[in-house]
Each structure stands twice: as structure tokens, then as C-alpha cells.
């Protein structure tokens, strides 16, 4: 029997899971310095979402711990290189929140071509502006990808359907990949932005990929799409915060570089209440719900419950994401 932390909330489908194998759990969100002091040394495996910060320092604290466990895909928030160094795998749940992040994704695609956010503020203020709400299409546009894993793959399938065409850039895509989903492949994410009118990001956040997308990246946008359309420039993430430069596409706002954008993740999390961004009326957002659906919170806490119970059994886990860094 091991004793669980789940510090940032977990399915009750998944709580059961993990109790009829005999595990104990602890529902209970850790202060950081409660962390830092070393609480954590009290279990066996921890559970975390993306409010709990698992730094070199806390991991230092928590040599007992046999598995750490993100539930959802970003571990940003864990420290990979200190927990493998320490003989704790990480595992994470990468594939249950796939269909619902397609969705919202999609879903900010056409609010912004569409107005549909800026509309409803309109008519909350009393207003009918339909002779200024005049939109474009989704069909016959280049929509770029910045990244090409399983996420932008299916949003890639979605936006096919609709009539788009599928531009992505992966450097460590083989070129086989993309050419099996009818996509065209970019050596360099500065002719992707060149070519593309609509951008979708879908990478992990690293040192790479940080600021990725900043104000000269999106003046490489052409602003006027291949079937002829000026149909402007739009950019939406809902992948990780800190890859768009939020200075940047809030001066790009500005300047008209871009028609509209959406964010459903920000570098700082929550947001301010003076939040720039928030009112400039070309821009709507949600706040990182991209996960957020019965259906994947319910996927989610299965998938983790049994990845942890696989570790802790000495199983083979599929979904260790530190094991570069294992040293036991």
C-alpha cells in the first residue's frame, strides 16, 4: 500500500481507482513552503496539476517519493532533471485531454475570423453592429502549425475538413509524418509565419521555444491569404504559456500586424485584473481550460492513476517523461 498526495484535485473515478488497489490518498493543496519544508517526504507518490510547483528545492525535501505524477500533458512546473537525479520518474497523462484541446482550438479559430466573442460584447452593451462585425472565412485559408504531435495533427484533420490548408513546423518531425497528413512541412517557423495567415501553436515550452513567437515573427505574416482574401492575420495558443511574446502580440494588435488573437494560456498564471491584453477588443481568451471537459478530466485521472500504480508496481510505464535523467 503507498500513501498518494493529490494536491491539485483528482476524478473521483481515479480516487477510486487508486483506493481498491489499497493506496492511500491525501486530497490537499501544499503551500510552497510547505513544500519547500519537505512535506512531500511523507508520501510515496504525488499527484499535481499545473498549480503546484515541484522545484529542485521541494524534491530535495521529498527523497520518499517513488513516483511523481502530473495529470495532463505540460511538466513545466516539475523539475525533470532534479526529480531523475533523485531516482524518481515522472509520468504524465498525455493522451486524455487530446480531443478536448482540438476542440477549444478550433473553437478560438473561428471566434476570432467570426467575431464571435467581440459580438457578444457588443450586444451585452446594448449594441447592434452587424454592418461592423464583417468576418472571413475559414476554407481557403494556410493555417500554420507551430509544432506537429498529435494535437495539431487532429486540429490539422479538423481544419482539412473545413477547407483550409495545413502548413506545420517540427524540427524533429520526420518529413514522412506530415506528408501522410496531406500537410506541407516548413524547414524554418520564419516561412511558416510567411505563408500562413492563421497560426495555431501546439509545441512545449523551452528555452527554444520561448518568445517564439514575438512581434517580428508576426510581421512575417502576410496578411492577405492565397485565394486572395485580406482576410488579416490571426494567432491563436493554446498549448503553454511564455512561447507567445504577450508584449508583442499586444503591440501587433496595435499596429494591425494582426487582425485578431486568442490566448487559452499566458506566461503567468492567473492573470493580473489590469491585464492588457484583456482589453483590447480584437483579442478574447479563456483561461487554460483547455482540459477542462468532463470527458478529459475523467480520461485524465484514469490514465494517471494507472501510470502511478504501474511505477509503484514496477511495471512498465509508457508515459515516464524524465527517464533521460534516471540515475537508479
Excluded at 499586444?250 to 487559452?264: E, P, Q
Aim: overall charge positive.
Amino acid at each position: 500500500m503507498a500513501r498518494i498526495a493529490v494536491t491539485d484535485g483528482l476524478s473521483a473515478e481515479a480516487q477510486t481507482l487508486l483506493e481498491k488497489r489499497g493506496h492511500e490518498i491525501v486530497v490537499q493543496y501544499y503551500q510552497p513552503e510547505e513544500l519547500a519544508a519537505g512535506v512531500l517526504d511523507d508520501f510515496d507518490a504525488v499527484i499535481v496539476r499545473s498549480a503546484t510547483k515541484l522545484s529542485a528545492e521541494v524534491i530535495a525535501k521529498s527523497q520518499n517519493l517513488k513516483v511523481i505524477a502530473r495529470a495532463g500533458v505540460g511538466v513545466d512546473n516539475i523539475d525533470l532533471l532534479a526529480a531523475g537525479k533523485a531516482g524518481i520518474p515522472v509520468v504524465n497523462a498525455p493522451v486524455a485531454s487530446t480531443q478536448s484541446v482540438v476542440e477549444l482550438t478550433i473553437g478560438h479559430l473561428l471566434a476570432c475570423v467570426r467575431n464571435i466573442a467581440k459580438s457578444d460584447r457588443s450586444m451585452r452593451d446594448g449594441k447592434w453592429e452587424k454592418k461592423l462585425l464583417k468576418g472571413s472565412e475559414l476554407a481557403g485559408k494556410n493555417l500554420g502549425l507551430v509544432g506537429f504531435g498529435r494535437i495539431a495533427q487532429r486540429v490539422g484533420a479538423v481544419a482539412q475538413t473545413i477547407g483550409m490548408r495545413v502548413h506545420a513546423y517540427d524540427p524533429y518531425l520526420p518529413p514522412k509524418v506530415a506528408k501522410n497528413h496531406n500537410t506541407r512541412l516548413h524547414k524554418s517557423v520564419d516561412t511558416l509565419f510567411a505563408n500562413c495567415t492563421h497560426i495555431s501553436i501546439h509545441c512545449n515550452l523551452t528555452d527554444e521555444t520561448h518568445h517564439l513567437v514575438n512581434y517580428e515573427m508576426m510581421k512575417k505574416m502576410p496578411g492577405k491569404s492565397s485565394d486572395g482574401i485580406a482576410c488579416g492575420n490571426h494567432i491563436i495558443n493554446c498549448a503553454r504559456g511564455g512561447i507567445v511574446d504577450e508584449e508583442g502580440l499586444l503591440k501587433a494588435l496595435n499596429d494591425g500586424i494582426l487582425a485578431t488573437a486568442a490566448l487559452d494560456v499566458f506566461e503567468h498564471e492567473p492573470t493580473p485584473s489590469d491585464y492588457q491584453l484583456c482589453r483590447h477588443p480584437n483579442f478574447h481568451s479563456t483561461p487554460h481550460i483547455g482540459a477542462a471537459t468532463i470527458e478529459a478530466q475523467r480520461r485524465v485521472g484514469i490514465d494517471i492513476a494507472k501510470n502511478v500504480m504501474a511505477v509503484l508496481s514496477k511495471k512498465k510505464c509508457d508515459y515516464v517523461v524524465n527517464k533521460d535523467f534516471l540515475s537508479r
